[in-house]
């Protein structure tokens, strides 16, 4: 039994490694490394952020509408992280992670992860979420990686003006991303 987890172990790391190594997408001419904003205060990050808009991506295929996500800080640091959506069926769906900022205190690079806590020792469960914009009262937020392969436009009211989301993503069209992949999320009703 002690071999099969590790052989599992092992396979799990090599596929992780190998979708490391492959781009979702390839631009026509390859954007500088992504940037983040400057600094990040994490407890006024704290609360409940309601998805705007994302690329979409597999874990959130079932995922129909009220996608929200909710951040609790932990008092050694690290943070709850629990997502909550609708599904086709109007049962609603929800993951618990935890997320831990790397770098100095006002890092505005963190990792998330949703595997279970046994296997936080492992490298490739924990995904990167980088605060690439984020407007002063924060209030709106773009969320990325560094591959640019995930991205998310978060805020704390179900809508947004068009005006500030505009803006928003001309900011992100200047740093390297495909707006036409991004789509926008519904919000209906409170889960």
């Known amino acids: 039994m002690k071999h099969l987890r590790v052989a599992l172990l092992f396979c799990l790391s090599c596929a992780a ?28 990050y704290m609360g409940t952020w309601f998805e705007i808009a994302k690329y979409p991506n597999w874990f959130q295929k079932k995922c129909v509408a009220d996608t929200r996500a909710a951040y609790q800080l932990q008092a050694g640091g690290t943070v709850t992280v629990t997502n909550r959506c609708r599904k086709e069926s109007g049962e609603v769906d929800e993951a618990v992670g935890e997320a831990r900022q790397t770098g100095g205190a006002t890092s505005p690079r963190l990792q998330v992860r949703f595997a279970p806590a046994w296997l936080s020792l492992l490298p490739f469960v924990w995904g990167d979420y980088w605060v690439i914009d984020l407007d002063a009262p924060y209030q709106l937020v773009a969320v990325s990686e560094p591959r640019r392969e995930y991205l998310w436009v978060l805020s704390r009211t179900p809508t947004v003006s068009d005006q500030a989301y505009d803006a928003l993503l001309a900011r992100l069209k200047a740093q390297g991303f495909d707006l036409e992949r991004l789509e926008r999320t519904r919000q209906t009703r409170p889960l």
């Open 17 to 44: 490694a190998a979708a490391q190594s492959q781009p979702a997408f390839a631009p026509a001419q390859a954007p500088g490394p992504l940037r983040t904003i400057d600094a990040l205060d994490v407890p006024r």
